[in-house]
């Protein structure tokens, strides 16, 4: 269906180079892969293609600075918290039908945010706009992990959407600023709205549905508290990020974000039919392989962000300039996206992985050359680089967390995926980033955040290689 292998001839010499001809992708499998896709840049666009636009809406909304932030974590926590419910529930109700219904939902959002008329009404359709990813993520992953089985066609698969993943991103930051300066900020989201609906008029004629075989009964109490638990959890640290862990509302929602994932660990070891297998928590693949995607997607999201302080603060770049800065890093991604899977092919999904994590850390590690009166080209050279290593990252631990997983099973094994990259891009700038603003001064904090980024980064690599050697 997927796959098209080619044919077969009455000559031994024919029959030979068949066999060894590696599988091609057929036109339909093409679609399916475009589809899938174009839905994640879509929501890793979102991440970034607001950010320069906040204090223009701000203003044109009458949004506080503590609105601003609202802005962001309006859609990051459903996006981070929903992610594990709704990839176990594509995987019993079906994923084609879900991944349906979050494109509809993101793209209604998107139009609601486009012409929101006061705060209220633009945080309600960032909300929603969130909700929407945390179904179009999971459902859209595992949708691919089952149409490419594993081997060349799903590496070559997962490569091209971590590329598109990462270029997402990028785009983000570049297109925030050029629409925001021409046509204003309500044409970031306006270009949500346009693609969402470019994405839905195609998908339903593209996707055929896919589920698991048995219908067990939802996990209830599991999906309770670990979605509980994970918005508190992302509340606490978005919020920490603006006024530090001080605060009485960020110590309540941190803890009990804490006692409620215990909660689910104990509901899960006792359930029948629980949300998450404990078992699939403990494959040293599953563990190591998210470890990993957790540190890459976290201290990259913290680089970029106080380089972004950086470039702007220190050096007096205008925020286009800086933008240019992070699309060369996108080119380069997309450059790696091509390689990585080859890469992966010759050494392994999990060899990789590692040394993607130990090559991130030494060209993030370079950036302590960086100074006060230059800078630029080792900036945007350093972290192209280390950008490179972080795709292969992203790729690597995709398949890592994956592979060997049975197809019933892979809504979860994808949430778990999800959940580890939203959770990576949310803990990072709390956690680290407070570092750049408490210093003496910005280029210290920097430089801090920079050498503690790079030992994380290298410690990980050395950690994920000792774990997975012994799987």
């Known amino acids: 269906m997927a796959i098209e292998t080619p044919p077969t001839s009455a000559s031994a010499p024919a029959s030979s180079a068949s066999a060894s001809a590696p599988p091609r992708l057929s036109g339909r499998a093409r679609l399916v892969l475009f589809v899938l896709c174009a839905a994640q840049f879509m929501v890793a666009l979102d991440f970034s293609v607001l950010n320069v636009a906040l204090p223009v809406l701000g203003k044109d909304l009458g949004l506080s600075t503590t609105g601003l932030q609202w802005a962001v974590t309006a859609f990051a926590l459903p996006s981070g918290g929903f992610l594990l419910l709704f990839g176990r529930i594509a995987d019993l109700y079906g994923r084609r039908r879900l991944f349906l219904a979050g494109l509809t939902l993101f793209g209604a959002a998107s139009l609601l945010a486009t012409l929101a008329w006061d705060p209220a009404s633009f945080l309600a359709g960032r909300a929603l706009q969130g909700l929407g990813a945390a179904v179009i993520v999971p459902t859209g992953m595992s949708l691919l992990t089952t149409t490419f089985p594993e081997g060349p066609l799903r590496d070559r698969a997962l490569g091209i959407s971590g590329t598109l993943l990462s270029l997402g ?55 309770v508290s670990v979605t509980g638990g994970l918005l508190a959890l992302i509340y606490a640290l978005t919020t920490a990020a603006e006024h530090g862990f001080g605060g009485a509302d960020v110590v309540v929602t941190l803890v009990l974000g804490v006692v409620l994932l215990c909660a689910f660990v104990v509901v899960e070891s006792r359930t029948a039919a629980p949300l998450v297998s404990l078992p699939m928590l403990r494959r040293r693949t599953v563990a190591f392989g998210n470890l990993g995607g957790l540190v ?101 631990y995709g398949l890592t967390v994956t592979s060997g997983v049975p197809n019933d099973e892979q809504g979860l094994a994808t949430g778990l995926v999800t959940t580890t990259q939203q959770v990576g891009l949310t803990v990072g700038i709390p956690l680290l980033g407070v570092l750049a603003t408490t210093q003496d001064t910005l280029f210290d904090g920097v430089r801090t955040v920079v050498a503690v980024a790079a030992a994380i980064l290298l410690a990980a690599g050395a950690v994920v290689a000792a774990g997975l050697r012994r799987s």
């Open 296 to 396: 890459t997607f976290s201290m990259m999201s913290t680089v970029v962000f106080v380089l972004t302080l950086y470039l702007q603060e220190v050096l007096d770049l205008s925020p286009f300039a800086t933008g240019l800065v992070f699309g060369v890093q996108g080119l380069l991604s997309v450059v790696a996206g091509m390689f990585a899977p080859r890469v992966i092919g010759r050494i392994g999904a999990r060899r990789t992985l590692a040394l993607s994590l130990i090559g991130q850390g030494l060209f993030i590690g370079v950036l302590l050359g960086l100074g006060t009166e230059s800078g630029v080209w080792l900036a945007t050279v350093a972290v192209s680089l280390a950008s490179m290593f972080h795709l292969g990252a992203i790729i690597a």
């Open 169 to 223: 991103f990028t785009v983000g930051m570049v297109a925030g600023g050029v629409l925001t300066d021409t046509l204003g900020w309500r044409s970031t989201m306006g270009l949500l709205t346009v693609a969402s609906l470019g994405v839905l008029a195609v998908a339903p004629r593209a996707l055929e549905e896919s589920r698991t075989a048995d219908r067990p009964r939802l996990d209830v109490p599991g999906a």
